[in-house]
């Protein structure tokens, strides 16, 4: 038996009262004469009404057993505001994933956000990490390469700015998807440019850095396919050389993982010719980026089972996809479905 195990999604239909709370926290910034919000007390329905009518029935048609859940990416925002701010609504927004979990333990299991800012180290992100993992059960993290939200102020992933938030993610044994949010730039659209130069601009630093030969053990997904990287894989390789590096996949992809939302069958044909099938991992990012339906399928864009289903992948291709490398990538994972007798 294989179980399906997506990856990537996020919790994009959230309560009414949440996303009130951080209007509130918003408005505060521009004016500090505001009372400061306390966190809403939300309801076990009202958390259902959002989960069941979007994620559930989309997995329930598409046929997927568990999703790696994270709160929505676009709305981490970790360039409004200050470190405070960003402390309290990663809090609020990793405790609602924790109540998602809670209430439908078969079919999530948790991966937080971190309280990021352009400004600051990686403490608190630290903090978030282990409370989320040790408190809550969480199997991993979204890490962002680029928390001014659009203009890369910050180092690249190989630099040693990032080191004490990697020791503790190799020390709780839990991987990062390296995720972008929304972009506050007008020339970066968040989901179809942001989102995919920052996933190409990741691989292209583990390329140009050493940083797993510091952390054998680190573990990244990129997601949306990889951004550029597989369509563009020879260009890549050739950079290696160029830069006197050791080839890829001895380099970079014994750590760097890429998952499948790509939303047409031509690309994930691409990707599953160019990448060792070791470093694929299902993912849809439902219901996320890209909602509607493909008029020349019929089929929703995001319906990225669909795709690797008709690759016709041998059993064991198969598995890996669908749950093995997932269970490796996420040891976390792994221990709770054994828990689980699975
Ligand atoms: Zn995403």
């Given at each position: 038996?294989?179980l ?37 007390d939300i ?15 989309l ?10 859940f ?75 390469p680029?928390p001014?939200g ?16 990697y ?8 991987p ?9 730039n ?6 179809g ?35 550029a ?14 830069l ?23 690309g ?11 470093n ?7 219901v ?6 493909d ?37 976390r ?10």
């Open positions: 038996m294989t399906i195990i997506d990856c990537h999604g996020h919790h994009t239909v959230a309560p009414k009262k949440h996303l009130a709370y951080r209007e509130a926290q918003v408005a505060r910034l521009d004016n500090p004469s505001l009372p400061l919000p306390t966190r809403p309801t076990d329905d009202e958390i259902r009404e959002g989960i069941e009518a979007n994620q559930l029935k997995i329930r048609e598409r046929g997927a057993d568990l999703t790696i994270s709160p929505r990416a676009s709305r981490m925002e970790p360039h409004v505001g200050d470190e405070d701010t960003a402390i309290k609504w990663s809090y609020a927004c990793n405790n609602l994933i924790a109540r998602v979990v809670e209430l439908y333990p078969e079919t999530f299991t948790g991966v937080c956000m971190l309280p990021q800012t352009p400004r600051t180290d990686m403490s608190a992100s630290i903090a978030e990490l282990r409370r989320c993992v040790e408190e809550m059960d969480f199997i991993g993290c979204n890490l962002n680029d001014s659009g203009h890369w102020t910050a180092p690249p992933l190989t630099d040693r700015f990032w080191y004490p938030f020791e503790a993610m190799c020390e709780l044994d839990v990062a998807m390296i995720h972008v949010s929304g972009s506050c007008p020339a970066f659209h968040a989901t440019s942001y989102y995919i130069a920052a996933d190409t601009n990741a691989f292209m630093q583990f390329i140009e850095g050493n940083l797993f030969k510091d952390f054998p053990e680190l573990r990244f997904i990129i997601p949306h396919g990889g951004g990287v597989p369509y563009h894989w020879g260009r890549y390789r050739g950079l290696a050389d160029m006197d590096q050791p080839a890829l996949d001895g380099h970079v992809m014994q750590n760097v993982y890429f998952d499948t939302c790509v939303y047409h069958q031509p994930i044909d691409l990707l599953f010719k160019v990448i060792d099938k070791k694929i991992l299902f993912g849809s990012e439902m996320g980026a890209v909602r509607g339906i008029p020349q399928t019929g089929q929703y864009f995001d319906d990225t089972k669909r795709y690797v289903d008709a690759l016709g992948l041998s059993d064991e291709d198969r598995h890996a996809i669908f749950e093995g490398n997932a269970r490796r990538v996420y040891p994972l792994d221990a709770q479905l054994k828990r689980r007798g699975l």
